[in-house]
Structure formats: structure tokens, C-alpha cells
């Protein structure tokens, strides 16, 4: 393994442990040790932060395997190639729900700026259970395509240490264009989700408060998107023909730093926010005068 693949390897395991412990570490904060205010707006957040430390997992054990890998030593996976599919077919699926799930956030904050009325009325009725279940609904339709429409059949060649090398072409195709698909919408959506709130807040009648937590959070959400999964994307697939052994897990590396440095803007957004309130809270409490009665 070259000098550049050793330090890509050892750049996205620190990546997705660092990812792994600040989502994880959000979801400690809001739900157990209670440092961090829950919201309700930000219910599918939560599951996307649940998501996100699950891929950090996943991650981190496809980067330590493909280290071995590269590494030419003899392990289990010599001797059961087929471990290579068990290993990196939960994270197609894992990345599969995230950008579902990012897809409906950005579409929930789209219709809370641009229709409210439609919004508080009828947001209520689509709770958490209805979303897990549409994700769900989309995994086995996932599934289906894969074993049924492109009737895959598990091989994975000597040698191989990725996905792109044991699927079939006709599953590639659909894997992609659907991630294509669920980028385009997000970005579209956060933009014209940011042009709205950059006009909207440039009125005198406003107020910072309207850009809140999941606002910020969905405009953070396109950013990274934008940054650290399209752009790496595009440019690896224009510049780079060689082997994957010559440089290493360079999408991941990219796919994790850009959930680690998301997770800590989350993190800060989640803290500045929660301090602003409680000033505001303070100093409406210490505005409040009380007449005092007259007796008689």
C-alpha cells in the first residue's frame, strides 16, 4: 500500500471516529443528560443524527477493513471473499436512508418557510413512525431492484475491497441516478430555501429569531452535501483512472470529514442558540414589573 492510500486510510478512520462520537454524543446531550434543549422541529434531526453516528460505525469498520486489505495481510476475508458484501452493503443502505431522510428535511423546511398555514396544520400528522416506515418502504423497494429487477447474485472477485467491483451494472446505475436525484433536490431546496430567508431577514419587520435551529441546520446539511459528497464525487470520477490501492478510501475520507465538521457546526449552532434563549428568557423575566395591591 503507497504512502498517500496509508495516509488517506488513517485520515478517514480518525474522521469517522470523531463522527461517531459527536453524533452519538448529540443525541447524549439531548436525551439523557438534557445540556441541549429538545425541540420538536428538529424530531427528524434527531433520527438523521442516529443515522449519521450509524455510518460513522460503518465506516470506520470498511476503513479498517480495506486497510487490511491494502496491507496484503492474511485475514478472514481471504479465505470468505463474500464477507466483502455483508461489509459494505449496510453502508449503501445506511446512505441511502440519510439522503432520503435529508430530502424530506429539506422539503418539511421548504413548506414550513413557504406555506405555514398548510404547515402548522398539517405537519402534526406526519410523525416520526410515519417516516421511519417511508424509509423503510424505500430500503425493501431498494432491495427488490437489486435481487429481483437486476438479479444480483453475490460474487466478489479476488481482490475486490469495494462495492463498485462485486455489483452489477444495472444496480450501479439505479444507485447512482438515485443519489443524483436526492442531491439535486436537496441543493435546489436550499437554495431557494436560503434565498428566501436572506430576504425575508433583510426586512425591517424581521427578526434572527426566524432563521431557527432547523433552518440552520438544513442550510448546513446542503452545504456539506455540496462540499464533501458531489464536488469529491465529480472530480475523482473527471481526474482520477487509477487503481483504488494507489490512494486509498478517498470518498470516505471525504463522506466522514464532511459529517464530522457537520456535527461540530451542529453542535455549535445547538449551543449559541440554546444560550441566546436563555438570555432572552432572563431578560424577560427581569423586565417583568409587578403592581403591587392596595389593601382597603
Given at each position: 500500500?503507497?504512502?498517500?492510500?496509508?495516509?488517506?486510510?488513517?485520515?478517514?478512520?480518525?474522521?469517522?471516529?470523531?463522527?461517531?462520537?459527536?453524533?452519538?454524543?448529540?443525541l447524549y446531550q439531548i436525551f439523557i443528560s438534557k445540556k441541549l434543549k429538545k425541540s420538536n422541529s428538529l424530531?427528524?434531526?434527531?433520527?438523521?443524527?442516529?443515522?449519521?453516528?450509524?455510518?460513522?460505525?460503518?465506516?470506520?469498520?470498511?476503513?479498517?477493513?480495506?486497510?487490511?486489505?491494502?496491507?496484503?495481510?492474511?485475514?478472514?476475508?481471504?479465505?470468505?471473499?463474500?464477507?466483502?458484501?455483508?461489509?459494505?452493503?449496510?453502508?449503501?443502505?445506511?446512505?441511502?436512508?440519510?439522503?432520503?431522510?435529508?430530502?424530506?428535511?429539506?422539503?418539511?423546511?421548504?413548506?414550513?418557510?413557504?406555506?405555514?398555514?398548510?404547515?402548522?396544520?398539517?405537519?402534526?400528522?406526519?410523525?416520526?413512525?410515519?417516516?421511519?416506515?417511508?424509509?423503510?418502504?424505500?430500503?425493501?423497494?431498494?432491495?427488490?431492484?437489486?435481487?429481483?429487477?437486476?438479479?444480483?447474485?453475490?460474487?466478489?472477485?479476488?481482490?475486490?475491497?469495494?462495492?463498485?467491483?462485486?455489483?452489477?451494472?444495472?444496480?450501479?446505475?439505479?444507485?447512482?441516478?438515485?443519489?443524483?436525484?436526492?442531491?439535486?433536490?436537496?441543493?435546489?431546496?436550499?437554495?431557494?430555501?436560503?434565498?428566501?430567508?436572506?430576504?425575508?431577514?433583510?426586512?425591517?419587520?424581521?427578526?434572527?429569531?426566524?432563521?431557527?435551529?432547523?433552518?440552520?441546520?438544513?442550510?448546513?446539511?446542503?452545504?456539506?452535501?455540496?462540499?464533501?459528497?458531489?464536488?469529491?464525487?465529480?472530480?475523482?470520477?473527471?481526474?482520477?483512472?487509477?487503481?483504488?490501492?494507489?490512494?486509498?478510501?478517498?470518498?470516505?475520507?471525504?463522506?466522514?470529514?464532511?459529517?464530522?465538521?457537520?456535527?461540530?457546526?451542529?453542535?455549535?449552532?445547538?449551543?449559541?442558540?440554546?444560550?441566546?434563549?436563555?438570555?432572552?428568557?432572563?431578560?424577560?423575566?427581569?423586565?417583568?414589573?409587578?403592581?403591587?395591591?392596595?389593601?382597603?
Amino acid at each position: 500500500m503507497g504512502i498517500i492510500a496509508i495516509v488517506i486510510s488513517v485520515f478517514a478512520t480518525f474522521s469517522a471516529i470523531i463522527t461517531l462520537a459527536i453524533n452519538f454524543g448529540l443525541l447524549y446531550q439531548i436525551f439523557i443528560s438534557k445540556k441541549l434543549k429538545k425541540s420538536n422541529s428538529l424530531t427528524f434531526f434527531y433520527l438523521r443524527f442516529f443515522i449519521d453516528g450509524l455510518m460513522s460505525a460503518d465506516g470506520l469498520v470498511i476503513v479498517v477493513f480495506f486497510s487490511f486489505r491494502l496491507s496484503n495481510i492474511e485475514t478472514i476475508f481471504d479465505t470468505y471473499p463474500v464477507i466483502v458484501f455483508y461489509i459494505n452493503w449496510p453502508s449503501a443502505i445506511l446512505l441511502s436512508i440519510r439522503s432520503v431522510l435529508v430530502v424530506i428535511i429539506t422539503l418539511d423546511r421548504t413548506i414550513a418557510i413557504f406555506l405555514p398555514l398548510l404547515y402548522h396544520n398539517k405537519r402534526r400528522n406526519f410523525s416520526l413512525l410515519i417516516i421511519v416506515l417511508l424509509l423503510m418502504g424505500y430500503i425493501c423497494m431498494e432491495n427488490y431492484i437489486l435481487w429481483v429487477v437486476c438479479e444480483f447474485v453475490v460474487y466478489v472477485p479476488p481482490g475486490c475491497i469495494n462495492m463498485w467491483c462485486f455489483m452489477n451494472q444495472c444496480f450501479i446505475d439505479f444507485f447512482l441516478k438515485s443519489e443524483l436525484i436526492s442531491h439535486a433536490i436537496i441543493v435546489l431546496l436550499s437554495l431557494v430555501l436560503a434565498i428566501k430567508l436572506l430576504v425575508w431577514n433583510r426586512l425591517p419587520a424581521s427578526s434572527s429569531e426566524f432563521l431557527t435551529r432547523a433552518n440552520r441546520l438544513v442550510l448546513i446539511d446542503a452545504f456539506i452535501i455540496i462540499v464533501f459528497d458531489v464536488f469529491p464525487a465529480a472530480l475523482m470520477t473527471k481526474i482520477y483512472t487509477g487503481k483504488f490501492e494507489d490512494i486509498g478510501p478517498v470518498i470516505m475520507l471525504s463522506k466522514m470529514s464532511g459529517y464530522a465538521l457537520e456535527g461540530y457546526l451542529v453542535i455549535c449552532a445547538l449551543k449559541r442558540i440554546d444560550k441566546n434563549n436563555k438570555a432572552s428568557n432572563v431578560k424577560s423575566i427581569s423586565t417583568v414589573k409587578v403592581k403591587p395591591s392596595r389593601i382597603g
